[in-house]
Structures are given as C-alpha cells and as structure tokens.
C-alpha cells in the first residue's frame, strides 16, 4: 500500500482561491497517474480531476471545469489541485488517489488513496 497524504484545506470564502497538494511516496508516485475527487457530507465522492504521469493528459469533472487546475511535480513527487472561484458547493473532504492505469484513477476505482483534506466554502 502506498502512502498519499493530502494536506492545504481550510476554511475560505466564496470567490476565494486554495491550493491543495498530495504527497505521494516515491514508489506511489513513479509512473502513476493520479487523481483528486471529493465528498461532501451526505454525498457521494465524486471525481474532480486527474493527471496522467507525464502531465500530458487531464480530465476536470464539468462542475470544475475552468476553475480548477491539477498539476504535479515528479521531482517532488506531489501533485496538486488549484482551486479558484470556489463555491459553497465545493464544500467537501477532498482526496488524492494513484494508480498506475489512468483510466482507474478517472473512474474511482485506483488502488491507493490518501485520508482526505476538508474544504469548507463559506458564503
């Protein structure tokens, strides 16, 4: 089991930015696509965003879609998530999660996660 470990989330206005980052053990991260999703309380976790190990490729849930931004870098073995023009509806425990098949990641069902950072969009 690899170690993911999330941190950056605090609370922050409506319109407001945030940075969150995943630090990812050096074995996690070589050659793994990795991935963010979130959930709210009483909801369902859902998928915000990946990224494929070059970079070349990402994918943004349509609720996201401009106003996120997943990067990584591979030196640092971390990957992050900037998030802008956030809404209360962003509110939620967000969560990185790694796979070597990108498809995996997309789709939820990667093999490692990490234990989730909480956001909380007042407005």
């Known amino acids: 089991q690899v170690q993911l470990v999330e941190s950056g989330g605090r609370l922050v206005q409506a319109g407001g930015s945030l940075g969150l980052s995943c630090a990812a053990s050096?074995?996690?991260?070589?050659?793994?696509?990795m991935g963010w999703f979130r959930q709210g309380s009483g909801k369902e976790r859902e998928f915000v965003a990946a990224?494929?190990?070059?970079?070349?490729?990402?994918d943004y849930a349509d609720s996201v879609k401009g106003r996120f931004i997943i990067s990584r870098d591979n030196a640092k073995n971390t990957v992050y998530l900037q998030m802008n023009s956030l809404k209360p509806e962003d509110t939620a425990v967000y969560y990185c999660?790694?796979?070597?098949?990108?498809?995996?990641?997309?789709?939820?069902?990667?093999?490692?996660w990490g234990q989730g950072t909480q956001v909380t969009v007042s407005s």
């Open positions: 990224i494929t190990w070059s970079g070349g490729r990402t």
């Open positions: 999660a790694a796979d070597p098949e990108y498809q995996k990641v997309v789709t939820g069902t990667g093999r490692s």
């Open positions: 050096r074995r996690a991260f070589s050659g793994y696509a």
